[in-house]
């Protein structure tokens, strides 16, 4: 399989955790969000969204969408179980991963504050202000759900990784670009210090990644 990513992508931070949740070796092809080779034709020709990830199987079909993928992984390889197997706690865990996934992470993707920049010629510290708004308040979002309900244990959904984990943590890594935190989150910073704990995430962080900036 050809896992096309990006360090700082926050998408493929959450294939790549659920890669390695699941054990997955992949053939890496990295698409440079900041040198804007998403949108080179070969990529394009890849995913016409000229968005990461990717994920290209070995009888070339194209996988796109994190939560797409992620489920598309859980599927061929059930162990260890991404989400619940009750209905309704699929439900709850899903809608936990939207909040990130659909509602948050879609303001500030590279396309988005391009437009900013260069549309509305909006400057750099508020094109900050406006990532670290909404990233923030998607978190707050899932503190409100995940502090109120006893379905919340260790994780969000009990004891046990779910995508919803996943998703909250490459929110969290991703507040952190824009000079956000979640110290008044009390659950979605419990829940993310469980979560680094994990080898799967921690290694799958973007700092971590070939290209990233050290230190
Ligand atoms: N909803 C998509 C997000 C896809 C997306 O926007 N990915 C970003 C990187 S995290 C990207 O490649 N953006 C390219 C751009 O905005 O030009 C998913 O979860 O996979």
Same mark, same amino acid.
């Given at each position: 399989?050809?896992?096309?990513?990006?360090? #700082?992508?926050?998408?493929?931070? &959450?294939? &790549?955790?659920?890669?390695?949740?699941? =054990? *997955?070796?992949?053939? %890496?092809?990295?698409?440079?969000?900041?040198?804007?080779?998403?949108?080179?034709?070969?990529?394009?020709?890849?995913?016409?969204?000229?968005?990461?990830?990717?994920?290209?199987?070995?009888?070339?079909?194209?996988?796109?969408?994190?939560?797409?993928?992620?489920?598309?992984? %859980?599927?061929?390889?059930?162990?260890?179980?991404?989400?619940?197997?009750?209905?309704?706690? #699929?439900?709850?865990? &899903?809608?936990?991963?939207? *909040?990130? !996934?659909? %509602?948050?992470?879609?303001?500030?993707?590279? &396309?988005?504050?391009?437009?900013?920049?260069?549309?509305?010629?909006?400057?750099?510290?508020?094109?900050?202000?406006?990532?670290?708004?909404?990233?923030?308040?998607?978190?707050?979002?899932?503190?409100?759900?995940?502090?109120?309900?006893?379905?919340? +244990?260790?994780?969000?959904?009990?004891?046990?990784?779910?995508?919803?984990? *996943?998703?909250?943590?490459?929110?969290? !890594? =991703?507040?952190?670009?824009? =000079? +956000?935190? !979640?110290?008044?989150?009390?659950?979605?910073?419990?829940?993310?210090?469980?979560?680094?704990? *994990?080898?799967?995430?921690?290694?799958?962080?973007?700092?971590?990644?070939?290209?990233?900036?050290?230190?």
């Amino acid at each position: 399989m050809q896992f096309f990513n990006f360090w #700082r992508s926050l998408a493929s931070f &959450r294939v &790549r955790i659920a890669l390695n949740l699941k =054990g *997955i070796a992949t053939d %890496d092809q990295v698409v440079d969000l900041m040198a804007g080779h998403q949108m080179r034709p070969e990529f394009k020709a890849v995913n016409p969204q000229m968005a990461l990830p990717a994920l290209v199987l070995d009888d070339g079909t194209v996988l796109s969408q994190s939560m797409a993928i992620m489920e598309y992984l %859980d599927e061929i390889q059930p162990q260890p179980a991404l989400l619940p197997s009750d209905p309704i706690g #699929r439900a709850r865990v &899903r809608a936990l991963a939207q *909040i990130p !996934v659909s %509602d948050g992470h879609p303001l500030v993707v590279p &396309r988005v504050r391009h437009y900013l920049e260069h549309t509305l010629h909006i400057d750099e510290a508020q094109r900050t202000a406006w990532s670290r708004h909404w990233m923030g308040t998607a978190l707050a979002a899932m503190e409100g759900h995940l502090a109120k309900d006893a379905a919340t +244990g260790q994780f969000c959904h009990g004891d046990h990784v779910s995508v919803a984990d *996943i998703c909250l943590a490459s929110q969290v !890594v =991703g507040l952190g670009f824009f =000079g +956000g935190s !979640v110290e008044n989150m009390p659950t979605v910073a419990r829940i993310h210090a469980r979560c680094m704990q *994990i080898d799967a995430f921690a290694n799958a962080h973007p700092l971590k990644q070939p290209g990233a900036p050290k230190g």
